[in-house]
């Protein structure tokens, strides 16, 4: 298992990862099969979307906060209870297929990890799984 | 790594790719293991629900197009942000179980391609991970 | 592919069976890789979240809730439909790594069963992929 580190800098922020799991496929020369990417965290998730433009991921940062609000009649008394009901609704794992010793992605799509209670430094743990 | 080929006919649908799925886990022979089944596109998701009622995925549809509006105050300028999102809270990805050959489902599970700015032509990429 | 028997006594209800997929792990000796933790069920997810302070999984019970009412102009006719949306926006599979024997977690985190339509008996089934 490899780690990832990922530094936040606000409470709510889409942070694209893409670069840091290229390089690590390339250095560990893996090549064919898929990768578990898992955020080990309980106010952090993970997901796959637009990577072009800035705006998608700020869409998606205002969209959930508006459904599952910061501060309500939450009964967990830490002042984060949104950050883990939106982890539920993101996930905390991802996979990624490889093919050919590369990570096979569509035109628009980046890897973000999804910072729900920061700024932290936080972890995401990577698993290779083979295909052959 | 395989390709399913999806079109789709309207902007919000959920479309069963389970025979799809089926018929290449036969044609390829695999055995034993799982499939990663990924969505390449930043406006489409995948799920896995009831498949014998219609009228399930159109409540799934009716209620994320509820939650997430079609039109609202978006950054993003291609009127389509409302896509991403629901991609963020479907996933782009699904997992199988293959058993003996077979891919494994619950009695009342389908596999849904979940189109979010159609009509389209789409793809599912899918790659074998092994058991043993 | 192997299960894991849960039992649900509520209607909506997340059952941490973190105890159970460990027990599972060293019974089967599996040593390197992920697991597939699949719901063959179309009314009931799994999510990986915080274990420590029950009020966690009660908040996130209860938001889902709110966003997807129990009784609303659904077109299911089967009373359950908020079920069905539940478990496309938790997810119907998880992925847990394994290292050295092990099932590895975060700290605070714990897998969690989300039932949506109970009571009931219910299984999660769980396939092994290897790492190398």
Redesign the interface.
């Known amino acids: 298992?490899e780690l990832i580190n990922v530094s936040s800098t606000k409470r709510v922020q889409c942070i694209d990862i893409t670069d840091k799991v290229s390089r690590l496929v390339n250095d560990m020369g893996w090549e064919e099969?898929?990768l578990?990417l898992?955020?080990?965290?309980?106010t952090a998730g993970i997901?796959?979307?637009?990577g072009a433009?800035p705006?998608?991921h700020?869409?998606?940062e205002?969209?959930?906060t508006k459904?599952?609000p910061y501060r309500a009649a939450?009964?967990?008394?830490?002042g984060n209870?949104d950050a883990?009901?939106k982890?539920?609704?993101?996930?905390?794992?991802?996979?990624?297929?490889l093919?050919n010793g590369r990570l096979?992605?569509?035109?628009?799509?980046a890897i973000f990890f999804c910072e729900y209670d920061g700024p932290r430094s936080r972890k995401v743990?990577v698993?290779?799984?083979?295909?052959?």
Chains 1, 2, 3 share one sequence.
Do not use: C
């Open positions: 298992m099969g898929a578990v898992f955020v080990p965290h309980t997901t796959i979307n637009e433009d705006a998608v700020r869409d998606v205002e969209s959930l459904l599952i939450y009964h967990h008394l830490e209870s883990h009901i982890t539920t609704l993101t996930g905390n794992s991802a996979l990624v297929i093919e096979r992605l569509g035109t628009w799509q743990w698993q290779y799984l083979i295909s052959r």
